[in-house]
C-alpha cells in the first residue's frame, strides 16, 4: 500500500497536482550529519534533503525513529521514503538506491583508553580486539567484513553506552567520525579517560538513499545535480559550520548566531 501510495503521488505531480509529502529519517546521533533533539530530527541533512525536495514542488517530513538501525528498516520496507544521509554498502543496496553525489566526507577514527593504547598502522594491529558499535553502524563494507571476521564486536543502541564502555575497559576501542566525536565529545565527556589514535581506519561518505524499486528512484539524479551543485558554491559546507554551530549552542543552552547561516 505504501509503495502504491508513492507512486500516485508522484503521477499526480506529474499531472499538475499539488506536491506530494514523503516521510524521511536519519541518524539520530550524529552531527551535525543529523541527530534528534526535542523530538526533531535537525542536522545538514534534514536541511539539506528538505530543501532540494522542496524545489521539486514535494514536502519532506522528517521523522526521529529511536535509533538508527530502525530507521534503515523502515526504509528499506518502504515503510519511509528517504534516508537522508547514509552509508553506501553492498548490504544496503539490495534494498536501497544511493545518490552517486555524497553529501559529506567522513573520515573514521578509532578511541581508546589512554591507559591502555595500542599500536595501530594498519587493521591487522586491531585483529582479536573487542570494538564497540552501535545498532546498525557501518564504517564500510570492508571494514564491517574485517570486524566480522576479525574483531569481537558488541552493539549498543546509544553514543553513551559506547563510550562508557570504553571508559570503563569493557571495549578495546571504538570507531567514530572525527567530524561528528568534535562536537558530541564535548557534551560525553570522558576525555581524562580516553584518546584518539592518530591514523584513521577509513574515509567514508554519506549519501541520499530511497527504497530500491520505489518510484523515488527517479528523483536521484536532480539529487545528485543539486548536490554537485552545492559542493561547487560552497553552501555544503557554510551549512554544515552553521549545524556545527547549532549543535555546540544546544549544549550551551543558547541559541546559534543567526549571522552564520
Not at 25 to 54: D, K, M, N
Not at 98 to 124: E, G, H, K, N, T
Not at 173 to 190: A, K, S
Request: proline share 5%; net charge positive; aromatic share 8%.
Amino acid at each position: 500500500m505504501r509503495r502504491a501510495s508513492v507512486a500516485l503521488a508522484l503521477c499526480g505531480l506529474a499531472a499538475g497536482a499539488q506536491g506530494a509529502t514523503f516521510s524521511a529519517c536519519g541518524h539520530p546521533a550524529y552531527p551535525p550529519v543529523s541527530w534528534v533533539t526535542q523530538g526533531q530530527l535537525r542536522g545538514l541533512a534534514p536541511e539539506v534533503v528538505r530543501g532540494i525536495f522542496r524545489e521539486m514542488g514535494h514536502e519532506l517530513r522528517t521523522e526521529p525513529l529511536g535509533n538508527w538501525k530502525r530507521c534503515l528498516l523502515e526504509a528499506q520496507e518502504g515503510r519511509v521514503d528517504v534516508v537522508v544521509a547514509a552509508y553506501r554498502t553492498s548490504e544496503r543496496e539490495r534494498r536501497l538506491a544511493f545518490s552517486i553525489q555524497y553529501l559529506v566526507a567522513d573520515p573514521i577514527v578509532l578511541f581508546v583508553r589512554r591507559d591502555r593504547q595500542f599500536a595501530f598502522s594498519r587493521w591487522s594491529d586491531l585483529e582479536g580486539k573487542t570494538v564497540g558499535l552501535l545498532l546498525g553502524d557501518s564504517f564500510g563494507e570492508r571494514f564491517d567484513r574485517f570486524a566480522e571476521a576479525r574483531l569481537k564486536v558488541e552493539r549498543v543502541s546509544r553514543s553513551e553506552q559506547n563510550v562508557r564502555k570504553l571508559a570503563l575497559g569493557r571495549i578495546d576501542f571504538m570507531p567514530v567520525g572525527l567530524r561528528t566525536w568534535r562536537l558530541q565529545g564535548q557534551r560525553l565527556g570522558y576525555g581524562d579517560e580516553i584518546m584518539r589514535l592518530p591514523k584513521p581506519l577509513v574515509t567514508e561518505h554519506y549519501y541520499v538513499a530511497v527504497r530500491r524499486g520505489s518510484p523515488l528512484e527517479s528523483l536521484l539524479p536532480h539529487i545528485d545535480r543539486r548536490l554537485a551543485e552545492m559542493h561547487a558554491d560552497g553552501s555544503l559546507q557554510r551549512l554544515e559550520r552553521a549545524h556545527a554551530d547549532a549543535y555546540l549552542a544546544e549544549l550551551e543552552g543558547t541559541e546559534p548566531d543567526a549571522a552564520r547561516r
